[in-house]
């Protein structure tokens, strides 16, 4: 693979079930992303891993958790889904330079409903 | 706060240029991106300014005035596959990204 993968593509989902959301990137960029993307609003950030085995949250984390076991994936985990989790989710990577030039670059996205 | 501000919505014509507006308020400041999404698909990056002054990449320029907080994109001869969305994005001082809701260009034939 080259690049940034999301799993699933789509899903219709169930109020009250559990999800996760699978991203997995090739680039050995350090830090990954999670942000949703709802019609009329920017993208928004729920969480962000800065390295392997560190995260943080970020405007919207709410409902939502993440784990960063390795430098390749960063898998978001709804655990009770409610219907405003209903939004495309997009992952995205970058290697950090730490001069500001960091690029980020992002997967497909995985298109959700909840019911 | 932080907040981006973007036209919802621009129309133009194939072959003629058009200029997309973005100012910024944000909590520190590294650098103004901008990028394209076409519908159904993922963003992908166009271009990043940090210093004033325009930024040209063949039919695609970026401008930054940092005391103004704005910044424009400038898009030449256009071409119906520009039909799209364009995002402004500032990374603020944590390094991250807060974006604007992206405007919708409509290129007419």
């Known amino acids: 693979i080259a690049g940034i993968t999301q799993a699933p593509t789509s899903q219709i989902l169930a109020a009250g079930r559990r999800m996760t959301l699978r991203c997995t990137q090739d680039m050995r960029h350090n830090a990954m992303y999670w942000y949703r993307q709802d019609l009329g609003l920017g993208l928004r950030l729920i969480h962000y891993?800065?390295?392997?085995?560190?995260?943080g949250k970020g405007e919207v984390p709410d409902g939502y958790s993440v784990s960063r076991a390795n430098t390749d994936d960063f898998p978001l985990t709804l655990a009770s889904a409610v219907p405003s989790q209903t939004s495309v989710y997009f992952c995205?990577?970058?290697?950090?330079?730490?001069?500001?030039?960091?690029?980020?670059?992002f997967g497909p996205g995985t298109r959700l409903t909840v019911l | 706060g932080q907040n981006i501000d973007q036209p919802t919505e621009m129309t133009a014509t194939e072959g003629a240029i058009v200029q997309i507006n973005c100012t910024y308020q944000t909590s520190g400041f590294n650098g103004l991106f901008w990028y394209q999404q076409h519908a159904g698909e993922a963003p992908t990056f166009l271009s990043y300014n940090v210093l004033d002054g325009l930024e040209e990449k063949g039919r695609f320029s970026s401008f930054l005035s940092r005391s103004k907080g704005y910044s424009y994109l400038l898009l030449k001869e256009l071409q119906m596959k520009d039909s799209a969305s364009y995002l402004c994005?500032?990374?603020?001082?944590?390094?991250?990204?807060?974006w604007g809701a992206g405007t919708k260009l409509i290129i007419k034939p």
């Open positions: 995205a990577s970058k290697m950090v330079a730490g001069d500001g030039t960091d690029t980020q670059y």
């Open positions: 994005a500032s990374m603020d001082s944590n390094y991250q990204l807060i």
């Open positions: 891993s800065n390295t392997a085995g560190t995260t």
